[in-house]
């Protein structure tokens, strides 16, 4: 069956780095749409960040762009994200996503997540 693992979270500083990375298993990756999504506490799941088939098409959301940066390895069949300049307001749980058209609200599979904190 379609696995999706994420791994990377941790406890960082405001201004400091995380490299979150999803293994993808059971579907054949290079065919499949890429995203990443996080909850935080008390609030809904938000759209972050989607790689398409091709890696040169990247989607972001507005308060990440210029700090967040979403890759994949289809040899690896792992997608990455790398955040920089973390501040407090993107602690959350980041799920991973993939879909066999294009990443929305609801993609085909959703990895179990790993979480994000971020302190001041």
């Known amino acids: 069956q379609v696995q999706l693992v994420e791994s990377g979270g941790g406890l960082v500083q405001a201004g400091g780095s995380l490299r979150l990375s999803c293994a993808a298993s059971g579907l054949t990756f290079s065919r499949y749409a890429m995203g990443w999504f996080r909850q935080a506490p008390g609030k809904e799941r938000e759209f972050v960040a989607a790689i398409g088939w091709s890696v040169g098409n990247t989607n972001y959301k507005d308060s990440v762009k210029g700090r967040f940066t979403i890759s994949r390895d289809n040899a690896k069949n792992t997608v990455y994200l790398q955040m920089n300049s973390l501040k407090p307001e993107d602690t959350a749980v980041y799920y991973c996503?993939?879909?066999?058209?294009?990443?929305?609200?609801?993609?085909?599979?959703w990895g179990q997540g790993t979480q994000v904190t971020v302190s001041s």
């Open positions: 996503a993939a879909d066999s058209r294009r990443i929305s609200a609801t993609p085909n599979y």
